[in-house]
């Protein structure tokens, strides 16, 4: 399984992107997916999820701005960032594991670079 992350760029303050992440492997075979980010100098950290039953969740700092998705159908999960600010700059990954046999499996994207300026 191989994930691919797209849609990063260089946008200003208060604009909008779209990251998009393809999955090689069934997207519902998948149960968690999410995004994470690493900004420079700072840990990689959990920006969002949804967990097999649907429940989404975000961190604090981009509730309400960013909207996770994810779609089956086509194999692919989203993360819709709006109202960005320069905070958010760093680099997003995206993310997913499955079960296997008893053990998790994680799988990662290669990240794309998001940059907010003020």
């Known amino acids: 399984v191989q994930l691919q992350a797209s849609g990063g760029g260089l946008v200003q303050a208060g604009e909008s992107l779209r990251l998009s992440c393809t999955a090689s492997?069934?997207?519902?075979?998948?149960?968690?997916v999410a995004w994470y980010r690493q900004a420079p100098g700072k840990q990689r950290e959990l920006v969002a999820n949804i967990i097999r039953s649907g429940v989404k969740n975000y961190v604090d700092s981009v509730r309400g701005r960013f909207t996770i998705s994810r779609d089956n159908s086509k194999n692919m999960m989203y993360l819709q960032m709006n109202n960005l600010e320069p905070e958010d700059t760093a680099v997003y990954y995206c993310?997913?594991?499955?079960?296997?046999?008893?053990?998790?499996?994680?799988?990662w994207g290669q990240g794309t670079l998001v940059t907010v300026s003020s």
């Open positions: 492997g069934r997207m519902f075979n998948f149960n968690t």
């Open positions: 993310y997913a594991n499955s079960i296997v046999g008893y053990g998790v499996a994680d799988y």
